[in-house]
């Protein structure tokens, strides 16, 4: 149990512990995940939502939207920008975002599923097994056997006279840790938002989790995010908030490559992609120009994906596909595309894609031993 301390706010809403402010700032924040860090668009919808609904009213003193505008302002999360003459956020929110994003998907998942990343293997680590082994020259003293050293000891002691042998010395095992370098491809062709359906936002929280996380805890791995549609190109993870659909094709091979080549310069035991799609590969560059066809599984499109996935099989590179689509030969070619990788594949809902990928991040960080 933790008890968080902070200046008392006369306004603090009986029996939830939330002051006006924060929450509004709650809503805002989802409303600007949506709206693309747009800040003037998520005011338009929460004063709309504050119009239907009244969510003022039920505050005292009056405090309305405005005085949540000002707050904003005077807790530095947004700010007037003089060339752009608009107003927009800052680090701070970005920042918060991220936070909120990891905290939304953690809160799902399964008390124990998550925390260090461990191995099949045993040796130097931080977490002690039950299994315990004879004491070696340079393991640490810390994790020492002292029931299974004493029991040994005491079958050549007596009362009147204690031995203890070096080989007495029992050590409990410990998990290897090892780090990891990651590629998350998120797909921004114009799909991730047809039929009524927002895809992108859910994608969009996962990178700002799982970048989010690996910044706390994890800071010896490394996250790139590459975005993609008609190509591919990095994004830096304070432009996350910012990322929108455009009327973009799905060059699946592009990512792939760039992904591929991200990891290259990585020296890392672990190398993966995580790629999160809703649609089949429709477009490539060859010969500087760009080839596209979105009608059916083109094959001269879908056999450039193999290769990639092949490549990157070669590589060491694991290809992790989070499909968020379920049309049966979308499927099919994702069943095709791991099986050119011997990666993994996941037919996934928006609302537990960030489980599944936070998941198997974690379960899935091993270290190779050859």
Same mark, same amino acid.
């Given at each position: 149990?933790?008890?968080?301390?902070?200046?008392?706010?006369? @306004?603090?809403?009986?029996?939830?512990?939330?002051?006006?402010?924060?929450?509004?700032? /709650?809503?805002?924040?989802?409303?600007?995940?949506?709206?693309?860090?747009?800040?003037?668009?998520?005011?338009?919808?929460?004063?709309?939502?504050?119009?239907? !609904? #009244?969510?003022?009213?039920?505050?005292?003193? #009056?405090? $309305?939207?405005?005085?949540?505008?000002?707050?904003?302002?005077?807790?530095?999360?947004?700010?007037?920008? $003089?060339?752009?003459?608009?107003?927009?956020?800052?680090? %701070?929110?970005?920042?918060?975002?991220?936070?909120?994003?990891?905290?939304?998907?953690?809160?799902?998942? %399964?008390?124990?599923?998550?925390?260090?990343? %461990?191995?099949?293997?045993?040796?130097?680590? =931080?977490?002690?097994?039950?299994?315990?082994?004879?004491?070696?020259?340079?393991?640490?003293?810390?994790?020492?056997?002292?029931? $299974?050293?004493?029991?040994?000891?005491?079958?050549?002691?007596?009362?009147?006279?204690?031995?203890?042998?070096? /080989?007495?010395?029992?050590?409990?095992?410990?998990?290897? !840790?090892?780090? +990891? +370098?990651?590629?998350?491809?998120?797909?921004?062709?114009?799909?991730?938002?047809?039929?009524?359906?927002? =895809?992108?936002?859910? +994608?969009?929280?996962?990178?700002? +989790?799982?970048?989010?996380?690996?910044?706390?805890?994890?800071?010896?791995?490394?996250?790139?995010?590459? *975005?993609?549609?008609?190509?591919?190109?990095?994004?830096?993870?304070?432009?996350?908030?910012?990322?929108?659909?455009?009327?973009?094709?799905?060059?699946?091979?592009? *990512?792939?490559?760039? *992904?591929?080549?991200?990891?290259? @310069? @990585?020296?890392?035991?672990?190398?993966?992609?995580?790629?999160? &799609?809703?649609?089949?590969?429709?477009?490539?560059?060859?010969?500087?120009?760009?080839?596209?066809?979105?009608?059916?599984?083109?094959?001269?499109?879908?056999?450039?994906?193999?290769?990639?996935?092949?490549?990157?099989?070669?590589?060491?590179? &694991?290809?992790?596909?989070?499909?968020?689509?379920?049309?049966?030969?979308?499927?099919?070619?994702?069943?095709?595309?791991?099986?050119?990788?011997?990666?993994? *594949? !996941?037919?996934?809902?928006?609302?537990?894609? $960030?489980?599944?990928?936070?998941?198997?991040?974690?379960?899935?960080?091993?270290?190779?031993?050859?």
């Amino acid at each position: 149990m933790y008890f968080k301390y902070q200046q008392w706010d006369e @306004r603090f809403r009986k029996g939830t512990g939330k002051t006006p402010f924060d929450t509004l700032w /709650d809503l805002f924040q989802e409303l600007l995940t949506v709206a693309s860090g747009d800040v003037a668009q998520a005011l338009r919808w929460l004063t709309e939502l504050d119009n239907e !609904y #009244g969510m003022t009213d039920q505050f005292d003193d #009056g405090y $309305g939207l405005g005085d949540f505008v000002e707050e904003m302002k005077e807790r530095g999360y947004i700010r007037e920008d $003089g060339e752009q003459q608009q107003i927009v956020i800052t680090r %701070k929110t970005e920042r918060s975002l991220r936070q909120r994003s990891l905290e939304e998907i953690f809160k799902d998942l %399964k008390k124990g599923s998550t925390g260090g990343h %461990k191995t099949n293997y045993t040796g130097t680590g =931080r977490e002690r097994q039950p299994e315990t082994r004879p004491w070696h020259q340079g393991d640490d003293i810390s994790n020492i056997d002292s029931v $299974g050293t004493m029991m040994n000891m005491l079958k050549h002691s007596s009362i009147d006279q204690v031995n203890l042998h070096e /080989d007495d010395l029992r050590v409990h095992d410990t998990d290897h !840790y090892s780090s +990891a +370098a990651t590629v998350l491809l998120i797909d921004l062709s114009h799909s991730m938002i047809l039929y009524g359906e927002d =895809r992108i936002t859910p +994608a969009k929280k996962v990178a700002m +989790a799982l970048s989010e996380l690996i910044m706390r805890d994890y800071s010896k791995d490394s996250l790139d995010i590459v *975005a993609f549609g008609n190509e591919a190109w990095k994004v830096n993870i304070e432009d996350l908030p910012y990322l929108e659909v455009g009327p973009y094709h799905t060059n699946t091979k592009q *990512a792939l490559e760039l *992904a591929r080549h991200t990891l290259h @310069r @990585r020296k890392f035991t672990n190398k993966q992609v995580f790629m999160i &799609t809703d649609g089949k590969p429709s477009c490539m560059i060859e010969n500087g120009k760009m080839y596209k066809n979105s009608y059916g599984l083109d094959r001269k499109i879908v056999n450039k994906v193999l290769d990639e996935a092949v490549k990157c099989r070669r590589d060491d590179i &694991t290809i992790t596909t989070f499909m968020i689509a379920r049309d049966p030969y979308l499927q099919d070619f994702v069943r095709e595309l791991t099986e050119a990788n011997k990666g993994r *594949a !996941y037919f996934s809902s928006l609302d537990n894609l $960030g489980e599944y990928i936070f998941e198997d991040y974690i379960k899935n960080r091993k270290r190779r031993m050859k």
